[in-house]
């Protein structure tokens, strides 16, 4: 079976490469099952201190697996896989993004987790919750602290060029194909020029400066999320593979068109489940 992520050691820096090239690196259970290897490698070797993500390919990652999750009939990353220590938080160390190409829904959510991006001209990015679920995604423009009009459209999961996200802020550099990796290893060896101690404390403290998603924020988003005909989730991935336009319910009752959760509503609901 041919390897969905290869590593490389270049001193104290592990590449990761994302090898699933066919599919566009999309996310199914053996590309996460490597790369959780790859990632509990960075964390736990005392002789790696920086990490640097990347794709063959066209794509960087296209997200998730469609045709994985038809075969088990539901929606999102299934399947068990180890604890990824870049997914989970674990992962002290600085990661960096060398984005060649596409960077689709949850691969978008990937480079959103790294520290540095440079992209290649001309890659691609989308979220594409709005698409899959019941709520578009909502938080990416407020990690990226974009201009509210620009998190909306991001959120509506319109496609933005990497020429635009370097142009409002969310990419570090933006470099020719040839200039992807050398740019990323460059970046990588001024992290090892800074004293050791700079460099673990910055990069946690700029992790803790990141936005958050309000609380009260988070419990409308989860209630948005259950208010729809779920059985459009799967509909949007089956249309998607079959290449064809999806046939959408929308509501379980056409009411429910008008009966949209609200803030106020939700902040109720959980008030009062303090209180029993």
């Known amino acids: ?18 090898n699933r090239p066919e599919r566009l690196n999309a996310l199914g259970v053996q590309l996460r099952t490597e790369l959780a290897e790859a990632f509990t490698e960075l964390r736990d070797d005392p002789d790696l201190e920086v990490g640097v993500y990347t794709g063959t390919g066209r794509a960087f990652c296209a997200g998730e ?29 600085p990661m ?9 829904g949850g691969g978008f959510a990937l480079v959103e987790r790294t520290d540095l ?7 691609i990015f ?9 709520l578009g995604g909502y938080s990416h423009g407020l990690f990226a602290q974009l201009p509210h009009p620009i998190a909306t459209e991001m959120a509506l999961g319109f496609r933005f060029t ?13 470099v020719d194909a040839d200039e992807l990796l050398p740019t990323a290893f460059e970046m990588a060896d ?23 998603v309000p609380a009260d924020m988070s419990r409308l988003a989860a209630a948005l999320h259950d208010h729809g ?8 991935r089956k249309a998607f593979a079959e290449k064809r336009a999806p046939q959408f319910k929308g509501w379980l009752d056409p009411a429910d068109r008008y009966r949209t959760p609200t803030m106020e509503s939700v902040t109720r609901q959980w008030q009062e489940s303090q209180d029993d």
């Open 126 to 134: 989308e979220t594409s919750e709005a698409k899959r679920w019941l």
């Open 229 to 236: 005909d779920k059985s459009d989730l799967m509909e949007s």
């Open 1 to 18: 079976m041919m390897e969905t992520v290869i590593t490389k050691r270049h001193g104290p820096v592990l590449l990761v490469q994302m």
């Open 162 to 174: 990497a020429e635009r996200l370097y142009e409002v802020g969310f990419l570090n550099r933006l």
């Open 96 to 104: 960096i993004a060398a984005i060649n190409g596409f960077a689709m």
């Open 65 to 93: 697996d469609m045709k994985e999750s038809i075969r088990a009939g539901a929606p999102g990353l299934g399947g068990a896989v180890p604890a990824n220590p870049f997914m989970n938080g674990t992962l002290a160390k």
């Open 117 to 123: 991006r440079v992209a290649v001209r001309g890659a």
């Open 190 to 212: 001024h992290l090892m020029t800074l004293p050791p101690a700079s460099r673990v404390n910055t990069v946690y403290m700029m992790r803790q400066m990141r936005p958050q």
